[in-house]
């Protein structure tokens, strides 16, 4: 019994009971409801076994939708925890390990994964390639990514969630002040999901710079793609540091070393430090394929190329290295000098210049422009005023002096989550709806499409901008209450209503998805918004080889110049295809890297090093494993091509 | 026969070599621990640069112009995180 008493949850309350039901239940229903269907065989080899990189990222996109909406109940209940003085829903214990899993899951298994279905999904179309450089590599990244998102999420009901917030600095979060296995969850289903994100970088770049088709320039990319290139050179370069960081961490908590300790020569800030080389880099991961994405459907609706191209691409190059220049801006006030504080403060305000220079070349690109509001087309244009809110508030907190009466309250809670909802969860609920008729063959409803944006956009400023004046006012974030007082409660009640309304348009979007699968028409052909890059040359759906005949390409435009100007696409006679095959070895590696995973966080070496070995072993396998792929032949392909193309019109 | 001799495969292994027994001199000699690190960093990054251009062959190939720019990119990220946490962590404290 003394065994099993260490998976208990330290800390429990009736909402954890209720969820651990819940996530039974869950279970049981999912289990039970594919044997009914019998489609554990269409499972295995359509999905888990999958090399495909739509297929792989329209896993990334279930996940994402996962754990936005596991992030958005957290999110709702501190919002209602803080909506009146002195509330008892949720206790102080339970109220840090809200906030400590509401970051970490919507920075790092939501929008993560949400990008990561973008990249995956919209590269190869979008540079005319069959798939990915590395197929497999690709799978065993999304596995890896799946199973650290679910050791972390198991730690809710499993030992005790991190308390430590998700920044999880040390001392707080070393054995002396976390004393559950919480932040043990926190250190190795990161690691393990983060190995997934560098792997996945290393895919794309090369994917990227060796795939793209004939004729398709670095300079004639389209922006999406460019933005996608930039991001994963900067995952490229600063996960490692997240990797070290991670397994220092790990060793601290595990096996008594002292990086991170108060005393024994240990640096309690290195952490932070080193949490924020990466840290920073991250935040520019996230945005830049979002502001990738606006490109896209900026340029799609307002019937305009985009204006700026290549000061597009070289304010994203100077973002990638000034990213890792602005790192300390995060702790103005841990102590350092004048000296570097006013370095990284000129740093951080000289970023907002290539940001600028973005936003400017779209607001050319609208200009003059025919605009047409779709759904897309409204959530970049709300974007656009929102964002750079969000943007100005940031300039008004790099400011090192000035930082000292912002830092840790709730004006910097209002900032990160001014440009992240409408930078980068607009710019993935609008990619969605624009690239849902390419994935799924209808498109959702416009109506409940711009409800949604509006009812997101009214709730998403009544929940934030409140945030600005009670945190100028001294409402310290993380604070799991307040007293009457201090005069914060309406404005954390506009906020909780606001919090509310935002999860109303969420609830719409998922009613919209409903009501699109029933009511849409099938009837769109392959190009329904009128686009201009070359995803939307191909069929809908996508034949697995992706285009019969590679294209060939002579501008940025490749797509609209074929539709306009009569540039041929498509030369040349279809030959068979060369694909790779299925592979279950990603998965069942992965499934072992849980297994590791969920060993290590709890100490239990033997099982933690008989998984250690099968890992091994199945690198191994995979050295010495000839595999050399498998071809479409020609009639194969035509029959594909004559059954597709009788949708087109 | 002169083509078909690696020459300079051969002499970077023994040049390898070389920054290998240099290397060592900062183990078995008696020395202060600030030269012995020097010595140490810098027959790493020489010996690094070496295996890089020599037996990865990352200049040999029509990539080289990538190849390139990314090693520079990740010397010049390296540095600014090296240096910049040496500035945080310790010079400016």
Redesign the interface.
């Known amino acids: 019994m003394d065994f099993f008493n260490r998976f208990a949850v330290p800390h429990p309350s009736f909402l954890i009971y209720g969820a651990m039901v819940s996530i039974a239940i869950a279970m049981i229903a999912v289990v039970v409801g594919i044997t009914y269907f019998k489609k554990w065989g269409y499972l295995w080899r359509e999905w888990l076994t999958t090399v495909d990189h739509k297929r792989i990222g329209i896993m990334y996109l279930i996940v994402a939708l996962l754990m936005l909406f596991r992030g958005g109940v957290d999110a709702i209940m501190m919002r209602y925890q803080l909506s009146m003085p002195d509330n008892t829903f949720l206790d102080s214990q339970h109220y840090n390990e809200v906030f400590t899993t509401h970051g970490i899951v919507m920075i790092l298994f939501m929008a993560m994964p949400f990008i990561t279905f973008f990249f995956n999904y919209l590269i190869p179309l979008q540079i005319g390639a069959r798939d990915v450089a590395f197929p497999r590599l690709n799978a065993l990244s999304f596995w890896l990514f799946f199973m650290g998102a679910m050791l972390f999420n198991m730690s809710f009901v499993v030992g005790g969630s991190p308390d430590s917030g998700w920044t999880s600095y040390f001392p707080l979060a070393g054995n002396e002040f976390s004393t559950s296995v919480g932040t043990n969850y926190y250190m190795i289903a990161i690691q393990i999901a983060g190995m997934g994100t560098l792997m996945t970088g290393i895919n794309f770049i090369t994917t990227i710079?060796k795939m793209r088709a004939p004729g398709m320039k670095l300079m004639k990319m389209p922006m999406f793609t460019w933005s996608a290139f930039i991001a994963n050179?900067i995952v490229v370069?600063a996960f490692p540091?997240l990797t070290v960081l991670l397994a220092m961490g790990t060793m601290d908590r595990l096996f008594g070393t002292n990086f991170f300790t108060t005393d024994n020569g240990g640096?309690d800030?290195?952490w932070a430090?080193?949490f924020w080389?990466w840290g920073h880099p991250e935040v520019y991961i996230l945005i830049l394929p979002a502001f990738g994405l606006y490109s896209e459907i900026i340029s799609t609706f307002a019937r305009r190329n985009l204006y700026g191209y290549k000061s597009m691409v070289a304010s994203m190059v100077v973002i990638s290295?000034f990213s890792?220049?602005v790192?300390?801006h995060h702790f103005f006030t841990m102590?350092?000098?004048p000296?570097?504080n006013s370095?990284f403060s000129i740093t951080t305000m000289a970023i907002a210049v290539p940001t600028g220079v973005k936003i400017f070349n779209w607001l050319f690109t609208l200009w003059k422009g025919k605009i047409v509001f779709t759904t897309p087309m409204l959530y970049s244009i709300l974007f656009i005023p929102l964002f750079t809110l969000g943007g100005v508030t940031g300039v008004m907190l790099a400011m090192s002096a000035a930082d000292y009466q912002y830092h840790n309250t709730m004006f910097l809670v209002a900032h990160f989550h001014n440009v992240i909802i409408p930078g980068v969860v607009y710019a993935m609920i609008a990619g969605l709806t624009f690239y849902w008729p390419k994935m799924f063959g209808f498109m959702l409803n416009e109506k409940l499409g711009k409800w949604t944006a509006w009812l997101l956009s009214v709730g998403f400023v009544l929940a934030f901008i409140p945030m600005y004046i009670t945190g100028l006012d001294g409402q310290a974030r993380r604070m799991y209450t307040y007293s009457e007082s201090t005069g914060f409660s309406t404005l954390n009640m506009v906020s909780f209503i606001g919090a509310a309304i935002m999860a109303v348009a969420f609830a719409l979007l998922v009613y919209n998805i409903y009501y699109s699968i029933r009511y849409a028409s099938r009837d769109i052909g392959s190009d329904p918004w009128d686009a201009r890059s070359l995803e939307w040359a191909t069929h809908t759906p996508v034949p697995e080889y992706n285009f019969a005949i590679i294209p060939e390409v002579a501008s940025t435009e490749a797509f609209w110049d074929s539709k306009k100007k009569g540039h041929e696409l498509f030369k040349g006679k279809i030959e068979k295809i060369h694909m790779p095959n299925n592979s279950p070895l990603p998965f069942i590696m992965s499934c072992i890297f849980f297994v590791f995973g969920f060993s290590m966080v709890f100490s239990i070496w033997p099982v933690a090093i008989i998984a250690l070995i099968g890992i091994l072993a199945c690198l191994t396998y995979r050295s010495f494993e000839k595999d050399h792929g498998r071809y479409i032949s020609v009639e194969e392909i035509e029959e594909t091509e004559a059954k597709l193309r009788g949708a087109k019109k | 026969m002169k083509e078909l001799f690696p020459l300079k495969q051969v002499m970077g292994f023994v040049f390898s070599l070389v920054l290998t027994a240099v290397a060592l001199i900062a183990y078995f000699t008696d020395m202060s621990f600030s030269l012995g690190m020097t010595i140490l960093l810098l027959t790493a990054f020489i010996q690094a640069g070496l295996q890089i251009v020599v037996f990865m062959h990352a200049g040999e190939t029509n990539d080289k112009k990538s190849i390139y720019t990314n090693i520079y990119y990740g010397v010049l990220i390296a540095l600014i995180t090296i240096f910049g946490t040496l500035l945080v962590m310790v010079w400016d404290m």
Do not use: D
């Open positions: 710079l050179v370069f540091v640096m800030m290195l430090n080193l080389v290295i890792f220049l790192w300390a102590g350092q000098g000296l570097t370095i």
